[in-house]
T-cell receptor
Framework: GAVVSQHPSRVICKSGTSVKIECRSL??????MFWYRQFPKQSLMLMAT?????????EQGVEKDKFLINHASLTLSTLTVTSAHPEDSSFYIC???????????FGPGTRLTVL | DQQVKQNSPSLSVQEGRISILNCDYT??????FLWYKKYPAEGPTFLIS?????DKNEDGRFTVFLNKSAKHLSLHIVPSQPGDSAVYFC???????????FGQGTRLTINP
């Protein structure tokens, strides 16, 4: 149980384009989903928290107009990196939790490379 | 301000021996702690957790110990196996706060 999927697993795009990453909870309803990014050899940095049907809460320093998050259903959240630039290249990981559980279950991650 | 710290970036252990990974925290409001294992280019996998009302939780080869007075937790893996080689992250949360705060990770290498 508690499986989270992400799509795509890897994406390469040109600078200035937008990229959408999907995160799905496959066997549970995720009241809350989280988006992280990880730079090489560093820890996971929380970008934003999204609750189903409401606006995402962004961490300090994360541009909400650049990283658009939509949590339209209890099993799907999307992260759109708008007008991507090379410095946005990173490993993006989502996680989800069921109800009010404290444990988060992570997706496999998406490697974004912006040329 | 690093609220969760893993001071050892790497650890090397012989197969079959015990691996001990350590984690310290500074926020006394944290009341739930988790350990995740992560392979390169993959998302973290949940291993084990512990609530602040306990001081030990065991699941198979994995045991987590919590010392609230020292604000310290540790993960014991015994016996260590080659497949345990990965980066291990500890994380902490505060009830009602939703989000997890992660340590920097410790790379564990199990040598045959």
């Amino acid at each position: 149980g508690a499986v989270v999927s992400q799509h795509p697993s890897r994406v390469i795009c040109k600078s200035g384009t937008s990229v959408k990453i999907e995160c799905r909870s496959l066997d549970f309803q995720a009241t809350t989903m989280f988006w992280y990014r990880q730079f090489p050899k560093q820890s996971l940095m929380l970008m934003a928290t999204s609750n189903e049907g409401s606006k995402a809460t962004y961490e300090q320093g994360v541009e909400k107009d650049k990283f658009l998050i939509n949590h339209a259903s209890l099993t799907l959240s999307t992260l759109t990196v708008t007008s991507a630039h090379p410095e946005d290249s990173s490993f993006y990981i989502c996680s989800a939790r069921e109800g009010f559980e404290d444990t988060q279950y992570f997706g496999p991650g998406t490697r974004l490379t912006v040329l | 301000d690093q609220q969760v710290k893993q001071n050892s970036p790497s650890l090397s252990v012989q197969e079959g021996r015990i691996s001990i990974l350590n984690c310290d925290y500074t926020n006394s409001m944290f009341d739930y702690f988790l350990w995740y294992k992560k392979y390169p280019a993959e998302g973290p996998t949940f291993l084990i957790s512990i609530s602040s009302i306990k001081d030990k939780n065991e699941d198979g080869r994995f045991t987590v110990f919590l010392n609230k007075s020292a604000k310290h937790l540790s993960l014991h893996i015994v016996p260590s196996q080659p497949g345990d080689s990965a980066v291990y992250f500890c994380a902490a949360s505060q009830q009602g706060a939703q989000k997890l705060v992660f340590g920097q990770g410790t790379r564990l290498t199990i040598n045959p």
